[in-house]
């Protein structure tokens, strides 16, 4: 079955940084469009940031465009984002997701998510 | 940026009973839209995408309809189980968006 696991939450000082990682199995991740999507305690649902297949197009939420980047390694099954000069508000859950559909948009399995919390 | 708004934001029904939730979004998207439960700790699952097409393995209580701007999710015969917050998401056009949520409780 799908089976994505995220890692690398902690308690982070604003201007810090972070990387967590998405573990995905039960699928051909390389097939495969990934988005981040976060949420906040107690909030709504913000997604942040997707990457194609073969990491050729990348795109990102204006709140985290240039200080967050995402990744993958295909080899290892892997996803990963990249957070810099961290926020207060940039404290949330993580969630790893699976797209595809139009716009490889619909995000049909989600990981259990990690939280990031950013505090001095 | 596609605002999603949902309505109720809360609302409270018997076991058995019919529940409608609306998510209305500011501009036309189609059917690109899906819809999620997310019980309390857990992460969203999807129950619903392309408005309508109910997700591998989500029982048919369940079901959707809408296109355009004008969407609506149903549960019938509501259980203890569905307890949760309901959201609905577009993907018509980046960024996605999702709806503020509808917290369903069980009387």
New interface residues.
Partial sequence: QVLLVESGGALVKPGGSLRLSCAASGFTFSDYYM?W?RQAPGK????VS?ISRSATFI?Y??SVKGRFTISRDNAKNSLYLQMNSLRVEDTAVY?CARAW???Y?????????TLVTVSS | DIQMTQSPSSLSASVGDRVTITCRASQDISN?L?WFQQKPG?????LI??ASTL?SGVPSKFSGSGSGTDFTLTINSLQPEDHATY?C?????????????TKVEIK
């Fill in positions: 988005s999507v709504g649902l913000e997604w997707y795109y939420a204006d969630y559909g139009h716009s948009g619909y995000l049909d399995y989600w990981g259990q998510g | 690109y899906a857990k992460a969203p699952e999807s995408y392309a997700q959201f998401q577009q993907y018509n056009t980046y960024p996605l968006t999702f709806g503020g949520g």
